[in-house]
């Protein structure tokens, strides 16, 4: 279904609307299935990695995002696996720079390399950086994800926040691993100018093996713990999360529910995987491939695809009931 409207900018520019009214303006990319580090929910030891002519060149993905622009289509997210182990990776944020329907590119990382990026990455016009990171022990850190990176990880928050970018952190809790550790992780927020988002683990993948910690249970505990935290009902992005204020701090608190909660009234985003599988939730197998449509037919069979994909997006993800969910890749393999 499409629709006509006016935007702020006073220009008339064509939005999607989906069955169920909802205006999807936000497409994210993965565009690798590669990681530098090896998250035990995620990508643990020994996952089998796609071949580099399965997935789609940084030109396919511009034209894929360019179709995307053309049905309303205005923010990009930048994921994987580890956006920033693709070679090319700063001339993609730069080619999607250049596509006039295109308002805002975001990116998440682990954050390892971004000492080593960032500064380009700015140049090239990323807007927003989302930085993972589930523990500040380095210890932990090391369990977690395989590797002993925290120090860079952490040199490259501080350099994001330094450089003005809008930086967000994102971390999911596990029972018995981290979730004794949501006051020290949330309290990055006290002092920087930086939301942090807990994320509830979704039982995707490698995630089916770990207890969903319940962002209902945090938020209790949080108000047990600063009685005169509130909602804040300031837009802060493009995501679902719920936010809330701690008076004196800096940055929000960001709770994001897919298992324990519902969002998807308002959700506006459909995905595309590294190899170009599209995705309008998270939870059920992807509805088409276009990769190969693209290799045969051209930039423009995509825009068909595109529209059926928004038009087939479900009323709503099924986290909480485990037997609906069709996907089953791995998160790696999706783009989280
Ligand atoms: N490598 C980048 C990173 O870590 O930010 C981008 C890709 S990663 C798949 C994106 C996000 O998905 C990370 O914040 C990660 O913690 C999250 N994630 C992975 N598996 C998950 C799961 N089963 N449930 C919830 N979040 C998950
Ligand atoms: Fe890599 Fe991100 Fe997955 Fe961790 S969560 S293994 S950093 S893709």
């Not at 994001?256 to 506006?268: A, L, R, Y």
């Amino acid at each position: 279904m499409y629709t006509f409207s006016i935007k702020p900018a006073e220009r008339a520019v064509i939005s999607m609307l989906d069955l169920q009214g909802r205006e999807i303006n936000y497409l994210r990319v993965s565009i690798t299935d590669k990681c530098n580090l090896r998250c035990r929910y995620c990508m643990p030891e020994g996952v089998d990695l796609l071949p580099m002519s399965d997935l789609l060149t940084l030109e396919e993905i511009r034209a894929v995002c360019r179709q995307a622009s053309l049905l309303g289509i205005d923010r990009i997210k930048i994921t994987g696996g580890e956006p920033l182990v693709r070679r090319g990776v700063i001339e993609l944020v730069a080619m999607l720079r250049e596509l006039p329907g295109i308002r805002q590119i975001t990116m998440t990382t682990n954050g390892v390399l971004l000492p080593k990026y960032l500064p380009d990455l700015i140049l090239a016009g990323l807007d927003g950086i989302n930085i993972s990171l589930d523990t500040l022990d380095r210890e932990k850190y090391i369990r977690i994800t395989g590797r002993d990176h925290l120090n860079q990880v952490m040199e490259g928050l501080e350099l994001a926040l330094a450089s003005g970018i809008r930086v967000k952190m994102n971390s999911v809790l596990m029972k018995g691993t981290n979730d004794r550790e949501w006051l020290d992780l949330i309290s990055m927020a006290r002092n920087k100018k930086m939301d942090v988002r807990i994320i509830e683990m979704m039982p995707i993948g490698f995630g089916k093996a770990y207890e969903s910690v319940s962002n209902r249970d945090l938020l209790l505990l949080m108000k047990e713990h600063f009685p005169d935290i509130r909602e804040d009902n300031r837009i802060h992005g493009n995501g679902p999360a719920v936010y809330y204020q701690i008076p004196g701090w800096m940055g929000s608190i960001g709770l994001i529910s897919p298992v324990h909660g519902k969002f998807c009234d308002s959700c506006n985003r459909i995905r595309m995987s590294a190899i170009g599988d599209l995705k309008p939730c998270l939870c059920y197998a992807p509805v088409a491939n276009i990769r190969d449509l693209l290799r045969s037919r051209g930039e423009e069979a995509v825009a068909e695809i595109l529209k059926k994909v928004i038009s087939e997006k479900p009323e709503a993800h099924c986290f909480s009931k485990v037997e609906g969910i069709t996907e089953e890749k791995q998160m790696i393999s999706i783009g989280g």
